[in-house]
Structures are given as structure tokens and as C-alpha cells.
């Protein structure tokens, strides 16, 4: 592979940087819990059901005396602070409340990791409801981070779904070209990286080339790794790819994608500048494929 495109060249992946310490070892210490519980400067996301509240339009942290009565969730350290979500019941939720796509443009990027570790808490909690073994009721344990049936004893544990996400190139920098695609549902001019979820008994470089295959028809040869990110939509695992095609004529399956292009950097550029090309946004790791195989930073995010 070229080595403009070789990863760990040092490109920021939103949504991975900033990482807390889970400290997963304090989550049945109940003394250490009460301590910190009674420390004004804990802070605590305020969650009802998967949404959360907006102050001013941003993300707001309150005290543990200021939360309500819910469900705690112990999210971790940072810089000597500690960090909860308390998980009211989703009925007190009115139109002040919003979901994660609303919240991706409302956080300091340095709260991203923490938001993402409390929402995708929520979003399990709600969704697991039974005992997938007996059909029991549920009951969490582990500070919201383990679900045990009150019938077999059975723990559930919080799943995540892997999906790759790549940027294909043809020939080798800096005349080589990035492969990009739209959804049908898109609006005019919306392009990005193809991705999909990895199957059972598949590896990340067979996902690669399998949905690259099916979605552009383009095939597939050398893949690297070139990073991950956590997208709690409601629970994947981006890993990113650096994947060097093969072949090139494009053959759209019609249905994941209604269209795909080879740009060049010179068309990326003038296209994103002029607005006829919108690129994805930099809260995304596709952002952060592009922006690695452009070389910089480019205009027209959504």
C-alpha cells in the first residue's frame, strides 16, 4: 500500500479521542459509590428512558444532589472527576428532551465519549427487556452494565454490533482516486465511505471486500486498519479500513446505493467548495477516512 495511505498517520477520529476511564472495578464497591455520590463536583448526565435534556442548546451536567430518581449508571474517571447518567423513566420526557442524532452537534467534543458510553447504556436498558434464554424479567446490576434474569440467573451483558467502513482507492498517490457513494435517500449531492456490519464467522477484510463487492462491484485486494469509533445508532463498532481496489468499473446494487464515483483530490476540492459535493461530517469517521486520503481538511459537511 502507498504510504500516503498507510494507517496511524495521526488523523483525529471523533467520538474515539478524549477516552474516560471506566474504572469498571468500582461498580460494586458501595462505600467508594456513597463517597463520590456525596461529592458536589460529580458530575451527572440527567437521562430519561434514551433521551436527554438541553440547556441552552448544549449538554448539561448537573450534581448528584440536583438528579432525579432513576436508574445510576457509573460511566467513569476523568481528570480526577467522577461520572454517572441517572436514567429517569422515558415517560417524563417532553419535547425539551432529544435522541442522539439531535445530541451529535450539542456536546463539547471532550464530553463525546461519555454522552456516547450513557446513551448507548440507555438504549440497551430499553431494549432488553426479557431473558433472551427463558423470557425472565430482567434486573440490572453492575451500576446499568449488566442485565441478570430474575428467573435463571442468566447475565446479559451489553452488545455491540462490529461494521466496517472504508475508503477504497485505485493506483497509488498522489494520482490515485477515493471511491464514494449515496443512498437513495440522500438529499442531491450527499456522498460518503461505504460500510456495512460484519457477518457471523466473516473477518474485518472479508466484510471489506464482501460489501464493497456487492454495493459498487468494485473488487477488493490489500486492507488495512486504519481505526475505530464507538456509534451508538444504536450500538456499532465502526472499524475503520484503508482497502486498495482491484478493478474499477462501478456496478451499483441499486438498493444500498443508488450511485458511486471515483473522485480525484482536485474534484473533491473544487465540488465540496462550490456545494455540489457535500461531504460527511467530522463527528463521523468517514470524515476522517476522507480527510486522511485527501491530505486535509476539506469544505461541505452535513
Known sequence: MAERLSPGAGTPIALSAYAHDRIA???????????????????????AG??????????????????PEGEKVLLGERDGDV??????????????WVGLRQLLGAFEESDAPLVVHAVGIAEWLWATRFCPRCGGPLEPRMLGHVLRCQACGRDEFPRTDPAVIMIVTDGEYPEDRCLLGRNPAWPPGRYSTL?????????IEQAVRRE?????????????????????LPR???VGCLAKAESTEISVDGDELEDARWFTREQMKAEAEAGTL?????????????????????????
Open 278 to 302: 457535500v461531504l460527511p461530517g467530522g463527528i463521523s469517521i468517514s470524515r476522517s477516512l476522507v480527510e486522511h486520503w485527501y491530505g486535509g481538511a476539506l469544505p461541505g459537511a452535513w
Open 25 to 47: 472495578g468500582r461498580r460494586t464497591d458501595e462505600a467508594w459509590l456513597a463517597s463520590v455520590w456525596a461529592l458536589e463536583e460529580t458530575r451527572v448526565l440527567v437521562m
Open 236 to 238: 456499532s463498532l465502526m
Open 50 to 67: 434514551t433521551r436527554v435534556r438541553l440547556a441552552d442548546g448544549k449538554v448539561s451536567w448537573v450534581s448528584p444532589a440536583q438528579a
Open 212 to 232: 464493497v463487492m456487492e454495493e459498487a462491484g468494485v473488487q477488493v485486494g490489500e486492507v488495512a486498519y486504519f481505526g475505530s469509533q464507538p456509534w451508538p
Open 195 to 203: 460500510a456495512g456490519f460484519v457477518e457471523p464467522g466473516e473477518s
Open 83 to 96: 461520572y454517572f447518567a441517572v436514567i429517569a423513566p422515558a415517560e417524563v420526557a417532553d419535547e425539551g
